[in-house]
C-alpha cells in the first residue's frame, strides 16, 4: 500500500492500548526506522490502520497485529499476551460505557410505572406471604402491617483470641470498640441495608427470620405498584425485591432462568404467567434487584446448599445488578465462607425484648377484636413475665403460637414449653374439631349417595397426620417434592377395601393444605414452617424409637450439630414424654464423655424442660460450672453459660450465678456472662444491681456483653452502659495524652544527651 501522512481528523486515545502502541514504537525503533510515515512508505499496510495501532486509537485483529510485528522482525507470539490484555480491557471499557448508558433510577421518585411482566411478578408477591392459617385457627387473621414488630438485627462479631482486658495494655483501638460496643449497635434490617450491599442475617428457629424478608418483600413491592407513598421507604436505593426460599434455587441452567423458575415455585397460581428469565438477567427499569432468600439451612444435602451459596456469592459481587439478603440458621462458618465479603454484612436477627413483646401484644389483642383488648393484653404479659415462658416468648414464633392460644382457650394455662407450645398448636390444626364443625361428620353428609367416595375421603382424612409425618421426615431429609411423596404414600398404603376413586388426588390435597401445616406453592407443597416439620417428623421418630433409645448415639451426634439440634432435641423430648422411657440414660451417655459437646446437649435436654433423676441433674450443672470458670473463651464458656441461663427448673441455678457474678478473683468477661445467665433467668432489681456493680470495671468486648443484658433489663440499665462507654472513651483519649507526653519527654531527654 502507497505510504502517507494519517488523516487529518482527531481521534480518541485509549489508555487501555498504550501498551500495545509503547510495544510497536520500541519495535520499529529497533528495525531501523525512524519514523511511521518512514515504514509505512513500504506499501505493506494501510496508513490509518498502522497509524491507530501506534497512536493507541485503534486495536487490529490479532491476525493483522502478528502481521505487523513480522514486518517489524519481531515475533509474532510476543506480541499476543500484550494483545490479550489490551483487548480485554478495551472490552471491559466498551461494557462500561455501555452500563452507563443504561436507564438507572437512584431515588423513590424516579421510579417509571412497572412493566406488565414487573407488575404481574410484584403483585403475586405482596399477596404471598408467609402468615399463620389464622382461619383454621378459629382467630381473626390480622393485616401483617398492623401486627408486625421491626425487629433488630446485631453485628456478628469476630471471635478475638488476642483480646486483652487490661486497660494498661490496650491501643487505640479501644476507642473505637467501645463505641461500636455500645447499645446502639443494634440497628434495623433497613439501616443495614444502608452500610452494606448485601446482608446475611442468622437466627434460631422461630426468630422472624421469614417475617422478616415477606414484610420487606411485601413494602418494597407496594411501593413499586403506588399502593404505599415512598415518603417513608425503608430503603433510599429504590430495589425491586424478589423473594425466594432457598430450597427453590436448585434449578439448573443460567442465573436467571433459576430465579424466574423459584419465582414460578414461589408464587404459582398467584402468577397471571410464568416470568420470562429475561426480566431478571439485570437491572429492570433502570433498578436492582433486592433477592431475599429465605432459609438456606432448609436444603437438605450440604452439597447441594453448597452451590447455592457460592452461585449468590458470585453474583454479589460488586457493581452487581443483584443485592442479597440471605437468612438461615446458624451453619458452620466454612459453609458460610464464600459469602463473608467487604460489601457483606453479617448480623444476628435479635429476639423480642420486653418492649417488643408488648408492642405485639397490644397490636395483637387489638387486630382479634376482644371485648377488652387492654386487659387481655396486660394478662397475657403478666402470664408471659416469669419463667421458661418469659424466655420462650422472646422468640417471634413462640410468642404467635402463644397468642393464638390465649385467644382460643383464655380460661387455660399458657403451655410452658417449647415442646408444649408446638403440640398445642399442631393439635389445633391437625385435630378434627374447630370450632363446631366436625369435618367427619360433614363429609358423611355430602357423599352419603356415594358409598365408595366416602370410604376413600374418609380414609384419606383419617392418614392425614401419618402422611404429614412422612411428609415431615422427607422435607428434612431430601430436596424431593412433597406432593408427589404425598401421592407415592398413598398408593402404597391404601387399604384393600379403600378404592382410590377418581380424583381422590384433589381430596388428597385439599386435606393437607387443610390442615394448616402445609402451604401451597403452584403445584407444590412446603411446610409452613421449617420446624413444624421438625417437630413432626421428631414424633414420629419418637413413636418408633424403642425403651432403650438404641440408636441414642446416632440423635447425639444429630443433636451435636447445629443445624440439627432443634430436630433432635424435639425427638429426645418427645421420647422421654412417653410412658417407661428414662432421660436419665441417655444424660448418664451423655456425661461419660469428656466432650464439652455432649455435656452442653445435656444441659440443653434439661433446658427443654425435660425431667431428669435429681442426682443425674446435680452432675449436669456441676459439670456446667466447672466448664464456665475453667475453659477459654472459645471452648464452650459462651454455651454453658447460655445453657444455664436456660434451666430455670432448677433453683440451686440462679444462686450460684449470682455468686460467680460476685466473685472479684474470676475474670471480668466471665462475671459478665454469669450475669447475662443470671438475668434470663431472674430478669429482677438484682440483676440491675449487679450489672452496676460489674460496670467500672469492664473494657472492650465485656461493655457489648454488658450492652445485650441492659437492653432486656431497661432504659436505666441501658443509659448506665452508655455512661461507662463514654467514660472508657475518656480515659482512652486521657491515656493516649499521657503516652504521647511520655514520648515527647523521653525523646528531648535523648535529643539532650546527645547533644552534652
Known sequence: MPGGRPSKGKQQQYPELEELASWFHRALTAAGYGSVHEFLGRGLFEKNAVYGVFGATRLLTLESTQSLAVALRRNPAQVVPIWTRAKEARDRAVLAAQRAE???VTSWAEIPMPSLALRNLLEAQSSSVESLPYELLAVREPVLSTVYVRQQVRARALPDR????????????????AKSNAPRAVISIPDALEQHDHLLVI??????????????????????????????????????????????????????????EAACRSFGRSLLQDPDPGLFADRVQGARWLILVDGLDEIPDPRLRGEVIRSVAQHARPGSDYRFVVTTRDLPESELAPLHTSNTGSYTIQPFGRPELEEFASLWFTAQQVSYPSAETDRFLRETSEGRLRELVRNPLLAAIAAVSAVKEPDRS??????????????????????????LAQLRRHYEDDPERLDCVQWLHRSRSEVLSALARRWLESQGTLWQAAVEWTRERAPEDVT????????????????????????????????????????????????????????IRRGLQEAERTFALFTFALWAARPGHDMGTVVDRLLSSLDSRRLLLAGRLMAEGVAVPDDVAVRVIDRLFALVRNVGDHDGAAEGFEVLGALFDHLSVSARLDALTSDPNVQISRRVSALGAFERLRGDERAELLLAELLPSVYAKALRQCAQIAVRLGPAAVELTRQRALRMVAEQDSDTSDRTRRCRGDAGSRAGDRRS
Open 414 to 439: 399458657l403451655p410452658a414449653s417449647r415442646i408444649s407450645l408446638y403440640d398445642r398448636f399442631c393439635t389445633y390444626l391437625a385435630g378434627d374439631r374447630r370450632g363446631n364443625r366436625n369435618p
Open 500 to 555: 382410590l376413586v377418581e380424583g381422590w388426588r384433589d381430596h388428597l390435597w385439599e386435606g393437607l393444605v387443610g390442615t394448616g401445616l402445609l402451604v401451597a406453592r403452584g403445584t407444590e407443597l412446603r411446610f409452613l414452617h421449617q420446624s413444624f416439620a421438625e417437630f413432626l417428623s421428631a414424633k414420629s421418630h419418637a413413636d418408633t424409637v424403642g425403651d432403650d433409645f438404641d440408636e441414642v448415639e446416632t440423635w
Open 162 to 177: 488476642t483480646h486483652r482486658e487490661d486497660p494498661a495494655v490496650t491501643d487505640v483501638g479501644v476507642k473505637e470498640r
Open 203 to 260: 437466627g434460631e428457629p422461630g426468630a422472624g427470620k421469614s417475617t422478616m424478608s415477606s414484610y420487606l418483600a411485601r413494602s418494597l413491592s407496594r411501593l413499586w405498584l403506588l399502593e404505599d407513598s415512598a415518603v417513608n421507604a425503608p430503603i433510599t436505593e429504590p430495589l425491586v425485591p424478589l423473594r425466594v426460599p432457598a430450597r427453590s434455587l436448585d434449578g439448573s441452567g443460567s442465573w436467571s432462568a433459576v430465579l424466574a
Open 102 to 104: 443504561e436507564p438507572r
